[in-house]
């Protein structure tokens, strides 16, 4: 019921067309991200197919935010400031933290680059728990407890965390691990039509934008 509710929720955002807080527009004619409800991130296209990825608002009472470069697969990384993490996309391999993530993922026809989890029993997703009892999604612990060794392992693309204060936490040591980690604050959206529109955050990921702009027609 709760993946059914977020997905019927993004297909409602992507069908209406209301004022529109902010629209964000790429350059040299590719797709477009368009946000009418989520304010919590923004997304920069560049002139060398980068985009540069900014989660405004991360955790409650944040003063900043964070950076995230996306670079194509196989191109040099641009120069770019020292606050700025970069991901290489399309992801080949993601751990998530959140189950509000597994749904996400369903939408977007990328369950299956799902490799890592904090306690899999919570994930209620078809897709996502053929996949757990095939063995091709780790149970990473929790928190304080979470596996970095099993991280280490994985060598996963990215994994998407939250957090709820100003401590990073076992994030931090999963960067040491040099896996890069991209905050989703989805979960501090107002509106819960803009709480589904981070699934357009996620497609960045993996140059899923086209899909969800035909969607949107």
Same mark, same amino acid.
């Given at each position: 019921?709760?993946?059914?509710?977020?997905v019927?929720? =993004?297909?409602?955002?992507?069908? !209406?067309?209301?004022?529109?807080?902010?629209?964000? &527009?790429? +350059?040299?004619?590719?797709?477009?991200?368009?946000?009418?409800?989520?304010? +919590?991130?923004?997304?920069?296209?560049?002139?060398?197919? =980068?985009?540069?990825?900014?989660?405004?608002?991360?955790?409650? +009472?944040?003063?900043?935010?964070?950076?995230?470069?996306?670079?194509? #697969? /196989?191109?040099?990384?641009? *120069?770019? *400031?020292? $606050?700025?993490?970069?991901?290489? @996309?399309?992801?080949?391999?993601?751990? !998530?933290?959140?189950?509000?993530?597994?749904?996400?993922?369903d939408?977007? %026809?990328? =369950?299956? #680059?799902?490799? %890592?989890?904090?306690? =899999?029993?919570?994930i209620?997703?078809?897709?996502?728990?053929?996949?757990?009892?095939? %063995?091709?999604?780790?149970?990473?612990?929790v928190?304080?407890?979470?596996?970095?060794e099993? @991280?280490?392992?994985?060598?996963?693309d990215?994994?998407? /965390?939250y957090?709820?204060?100003? $401590?990073? /936490?076992?994030? #931090? #040591?999963?960067?040491?691990?040099?896996?890069?980690? &991209?905050l989703?604050? *989805?979960?501090? *959206?107002?509106?819960?039509?803009?709480?589904?529109?981070? @699934?357009?955050? &996620?497609?960045?990921?993996?140059?899923?934008?086209?899909?969800?702009?035909?969607?949107?027609?």
């Open positions: 019921m709760k993946n059914s509710f977020i019927l929720l =993004t297909i409602i955002t992507l069908g !209406c067309q209301p004022e529109k807080k902010q629209i964000l &527009v790429s +350059g040299n004619g590719r797709s477009a991200t368009t946000l009418h409800y989520a304010s +919590g991130f923004k997304v920069t296209y560049q002139d060398d197919n =980068t985009k540069l990825v900014e989660v405004i608002y991360p955790f409650q +009472g944040a003063t900043s935010g964070y950076k995230y470069l996306l670079v194509p #697969k /196989g191109q040099t990384v641009p *120069e770019h *400031e020292a $606050d700025v993490r970069v991901i290489s @996309i399309p992801l080949s391999s993601i751990v !998530c933290t959140s189950t509000t993530h597994i749904p996400l993922l939408y977007l %026809g990328e =369950t299956e #680059k799902l490799v %890592g989890f904090p306690s =899999t029993d919570y209620s997703s078809e897709k996502a728990r053929r996949l757990i009892d095939a %063995g091709r999604v780790q149970e990473l612990g928190d304080k407890g979470l596996n970095l099993r @991280i280490a392992m994985l060598d996963p990215m994994v998407m /965390g957090t709820m204060n100003s $401590d990073y /936490g076992q994030f #931090k #040591k999963v960067e040491d691990l040099h896996v890069p980690v &991209v989703n604050a *989805e979960y501090l *959206e107002k509106h819960p039509l803009g709480r589904a529109e981070w @699934i357009k955050f &996620v497609a960045l990921f993996f140059n899923k934008e086209k899909l969800l702009n035909s969607r949107e027609n």
